[in-house]
């Protein structure tokens, strides 16, 4: 059972209506990071020989998003090992675990304040808590999914998001065929409900899973309703006010950015010239030198 503690700082409202941020993983932190200036031996450091002022400022530095990303790697990684009983990890072995390498992930936990034990490693069990904590995760996260197609569907019954903190606790659709029906044990409520059941049952996270014409309407109901983080699966740009939050997944994007890799490993993407002009062979079509 996760700790409950006392939420950290929450931002001010205002309806300045601003357009969606789609954070770029792992290379563009949306705030400047401040520099960390531990090095990778305080953080091996004992636990006990840390002075408090170090957690301190980790609370109220700002944390990257690439770090953020990584964190909740590192927490799938830590959740694991706590299944499995284990006491300490050592660094090079959650960073093994997590795809990173142990640099990167000293750096990433001197963000929050961790410290590991010289010889010894990580406590499990603490620094899972550390994790948590930071991403704000001692409660649960009430989710609401707005639209039950077939994406919608296959998401409201899976049953991992509830292990992992994010229970699902409301589903509404339009569809008459839906309304009505339970998945995973939820009851599919109609859209207009959106208002009155997001706030009496305290969601704060909502998954758009809507056509696309229909997404703002209900980006702009869930708003209304108090939810401040939104996980946007449609393909269009939702405008949401200051102090909301919304995530786009497109697995589109990122097959697309595989296969750039993929043409890139095989010589068939040109190199990015100055002005980000691709370049390509005088001998190749603009069409062969991508799709050969
Ligand atoms: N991001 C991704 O990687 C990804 C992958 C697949 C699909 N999608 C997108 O997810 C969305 C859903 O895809 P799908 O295949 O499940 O479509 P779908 O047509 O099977 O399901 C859409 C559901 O939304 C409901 N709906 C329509 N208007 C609504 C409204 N105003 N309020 C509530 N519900 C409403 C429909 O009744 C339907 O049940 C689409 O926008 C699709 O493009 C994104």
């Known amino acids: 059972m996760r700790r409950p503690v006392a939420p950290r700082g929450t931002r001010a409202r205002d309806d300045r209506r601003r357009p969606e941020v789609t954070v770029d993983r792992g290379t563009r932190p949306s705030r400047r990071p401040v520099p960390s200036t531990r090095t990778p031996e305080d953080a091996l450091a004992p636990v006990d020989a840390q002075d408090t002022t170090d957690q301190t400022d980790a609370a109220t530095r700002p944390v990257p998003e690439a770090t953020v990303a990584r964190l909740a790697v590192y927490l799938r990684v830590l959740t694991t090992l706590l299944d499995e009983g284990r006491g300490t990890v050592s660094s090079e072995e ?24 010289r010889g010894v490693g990580y406590d499990v069990s603490r620094l899972t808590a550390e994790v948590e904590a930071t991403l704000g995760l001692t409660r649960p996260h009430a989710v609401a999914l707005v639209g039950v197609g077939n994406l919608g569907h296959a998401l409201a019954g899976y049953g991992g998001f509830a292990q992992r903190g994010f229970p699902v606790a409301a589903l509404f659709d339009v569809d008459p065929a839906l309304v009505g029906t339970t998945i995973g044990g939820v009851e599919v409520e109609h859209a207009d409900a959106i208002g009155a059941v997001c706030a009496a049952r305290g969601v704060t996270i909502g998954v758009v899973a809507t056509p696309a014409p229909a997404a703002q309407r209900v980006c702009d109901h869930l708003v209304a309703a108090g939810v401040r983080s939104i996980l946007n699966f449609a393909p269009t740009v939702l405008s949401v006010p200051a102090g909301v939050e919304v995530r786009k997944v497109d697995l589109a994007v990122e097959m697309q950015v595989l296969s750039f890799h993929v043409a890139r490993r095989h010589g068939t993407v040109p190199a990015a010239g100055p002005a980000g002009e691709l370049t390509r062979p005088a001998d190749q079509t603009p069409r062969e030198a991508v799709s050969r």
């Not at 959650?94 to 034990?117: E, M, P, Q, W």
Request: proline share 0%.
């Open 94 to 117: 959650l960073a093994a675990a997590a795809g990173v390498n142990s640099t990167t992930l000293r750096k990433d936990l001197s963000h929050i304040g961790s410290s590991g034990v």
